[in-house]
Each structure stands twice: as structure tokens, then as C-alpha cells.
Nanobody, 125 residues
Framework: QVQLVESGGELVQAGGSLKLSCAAS????????MGWFRQAPGKVREFVAA????????DYRDSVKGRFTITRDNAKNTVYLQMNNLKPEDTAVYYC??????????????????WGQGTQVIVSS
């Protein structure tokens, strides 16, 4: 069992930066692949980024490549999402997700077992 708590979301101007954090509790965090998803009002939840258990593999949706970076610190049981050059279309609730896996980093929400409560990011134009 893993509990996830996101933080770091806030209101920011377009072009600005934010760093989201997701703190995990429970055992064997380092054996979990981690993902970030987001959901804008009236839209379905979408994949943003994912990272493998040893951080050897990362993946991003096309619209955030070159702007967002996912990292993890297994000693701190935390995964991060550094977001640079933010755009109004990045406005959403951002969710952290986890799945016990040492081989895959799913890009769909059904691939994850555990979810945080979300943190709101608002990018003003």
C-alpha cells in the first residue's frame, strides 16, 4: 500500500516555473514506477510524465517535452515534476500516481494503482 500526497501547485504567470512534489509513504517506494497526470476542467485526465523505479527511463507527453522534467529521490520517497515555461494550457489539477513495477512506466491511468489527491496549477496569460 502506498499513500501519495502532492504539493507545489499554485497560480503562476505564463512563462514561469513551478516544481511539484509527490511524497509517498509505505514500503518499497523504490520498486514503484511513478507518473504525473493532469486534468483540466471539462477534460479527461491525461498523461504528463512517468519515471521508472531506478529513474533510468522517463517518458513525457509531446506537449511538455523540453519544458517539464520528472525526477525522483528514492531516499526521500519523493517524485518531482519541474515545470518550466508554463503555458495557460498547462492549467489543471496535477495528480501523482504509482504502480508496483520494475519493468514498465505506463502512459495510461489504468496502469496505476495508487493516486494522490491532486494539486492545482493555474497559469495566467
Amino acid at each position: 500500500q502506498v499513500q501519495l500526497v502532492e504539493s507545489g501547485g499554485e497560480l503562476v504567470q505564463a512563462g514561469g516555473s513551478l516544481k511539484l512534489s509527490c511524497a509517498a509513504s509505505g514500503r518499497s517506494f523504490s520498486s514503484y514506477s511513478m507518473g504525473w497526470f493532469r486534468q483540466a476542467p471539462g477534460k479527461v485526465r491525461e498523461f504528463v510524465a512517468a519515471i521508472s523505479w531506478r529513474a533510468s527511463i522517463t517518458d513525457y507527453r509531446d506537449s511538455v517535452k523540453g519544458r517539464f522534467t520528472i525526477t525522483r529521490d528514492n531516499a526521500k520517497n519523493t517524485v518531482y515534476l519541474q515545470m518550466n515555461n508554463l503555458k495557460p494550457e498547462d492549467t489543471a489539477v496535477y495528480y501523482c500516481a504509482a504502480v508496483y513495477s520494475t519493468t514498465t512506466i505506463p502512459q495510461t491511468d489504468i496502469g496505476y494503482n495508487y493516486w494522490g489527491q491532486g494539486t492545482q496549477v493555474i497559469v495566467s496569460s
